[in-house]
């Protein structure tokens, strides 16, 4: 039985004069036009929900252009069609201070797409809305919060970065969609105690397609299965899921899967050989469909330093495969909710989640659907259609900031 529900499309009818669009609600039409600013196709998770919810929003009505900074990724390949897409030429391709110019980049395709709202679809885009708001003051700038705004640190050098996220990032920016309310409450004095009620609110990531149903889970294995998903990147810190696996693997046996790609390979792969695992590990690179890799998981394990909600832990849930994870976002312990789900391990070291692995493979292997009640806030068609209210009231927003006062 599928878990996503759908929402009504709320896409109205087109003023073929005004080319705005009436969604039948109180006030002014909403313009209809959404820009998506994004460096590149990278297969991050902020990358992979901008192009569900671009299909989504397109799906609905609305006129979509993505302006990447550069075509590189292997992302590019999955624009919906019908999505519109402008490429910076010459390209601004990735580099330790490309995201600095590639606001003022975006200025000129920004004008020939003469877009009615802009999205940021995530933290690492913040930067480029200065520039945006710089060259097009009235145009509504919204943006989602996919990780923490401020890294953990020190107490006063916490309150010294959330000054400067505050003035420098945020600013520019009209509107924050949180992808969790933990996040949220978690970041309310970054934003600030004024400006959080009206700037801030929470809108779950579409983590799961429309009408999605999970893969028949096919188990239990013989040999336990534990899956790992992200970037080899240090955020991700999936060295630390080889050391766990090497403190269950002495135990019990099982076999290790790593599905995604990045810059720590060779480590990772130096690792692995260093810890005598060859054979036992497996490191198949970047997976579109992890769907069937799940139907076979016992477990995901996550070890990341630090998300938002990631992504990889609702797909698991909603396939009916418990957790094991680091305490790595505010939400983990809402999303972990029962030892059913799995178990957030707080002291991160591998002999505590090899602990915890012990524990979650002894659990049912499969819960007709259990792990997954609840999730139906990720489906692709509830997530879109919530951001489409949020820009249509933000545009109506500016619209009244923008008419000519009397007297």
């Not at 970065?161 to 004095?189: G, M, N, T």
């Not at 890799?293 to 609702?314: F, N």
């Amino acid at each position: 039985m599928p878990i996503a529900a759908t929402t009504a499309g709320g896409a109205g009818i087109l003023d073929k004069q005004s080319g705005w669009r009436s969604n039948n609600q109180p006030g002014p039409v909403v313009k209809q036009h959404i820009c998506i600013v994004v460096h590149d196709f990278h297969d991050g998770g902020s990358e992979m929900m901008a192009l569900r919810l671009a299909g989504e929003w397109h799906r609905q009505g609305r006129a979509v252009t993505i302006v990447a900074g550069s075509p590189d990724g292997r992302v590019r390949e999955r624009v919906p069609h019908g999505v519109g897409v402008e490429v910076l030429d010459p390209p601004i391709p990735r580099s330790r201070l490309s995201l600095f110019r590639l606001g003022q980049g975006m200025v000129p395709a920004l004008r020939r797409v003469a877009p009615d709202v802009v999205f940021i679809p995530g933290n690492f885009h913040f930067i480029i809305a200065r520039a945006i708001r710089r060259h097009f003051p009235g145009l509504p700038i919204i943006a989602k919060v996919s990780n923490p705004l401020v890294p953990r640190l020190p107490s006063l050098l916490g309150r010294m970065a959330e000054v400067v996220v505050r003035k420098l990032l945020l600013a520019p920016i009209d509107k924050l969609a949180f992808i969790s309310p933990e996040l949220l409450a978690a970041d309310h004095d970054v934003i600030g105690a004024a400006r959080a009620p009206v700037m801030a609110t929470v809108i779950p990531d579409p983590n799961l397609p429309e009408g999605y149903s999970p893969p028949p889970r096919l188990g239990p294995q013989t040999l336990p299965l534990i899956l790992a998903i992200g970037r080899m990147e240090a955020q991700k810190n999936l060295a630390l899921a080889v050391r766990a696996f090497a403190a269950l693997v002495a135990h019990q046996n099982a076999r290790l899967v790593i599905l995604g790609e990045g810059r720590e390979r060779p480590a990772l792969e130096a690792l692995v050989r260093l810890l005598g695992l060859e054979g036992k590990v497996e490191m198949p690179g970047f997976v579109p469909d992890v769907g069937a890799m799940l139907a076979q998981a016992s477990l995901l394990l996550m070890t990341s330093r630090y998300e938002g909600v990631p992504a990889a832990l609702i797909e698991a849930l909603a396939a009916d495969v418990p957790v094991v994870s680091t305490n790595c976002s505010p939400s983990q312990k809402a999303l972990i909710a029962s030892p059913l789900h799995g178990r957030v391990v707080d002291d991160a070291t591998p002999e505590h989640l090899a602990e915890a692995m012990v524990a979650v493979l002894a659990l049912p292997f499969a819960t007709r659907g259990a792990r997954a009640v609840g999730l139906c806030r990720h489906a692709s068609g509830v997530s879109a259609s919530r951001y489409l209210a949020l820009f249509d009231s933000t545009c109506r927003s500016s619209l009244v900031s923008l008419r000519p006062q009397a007297g």
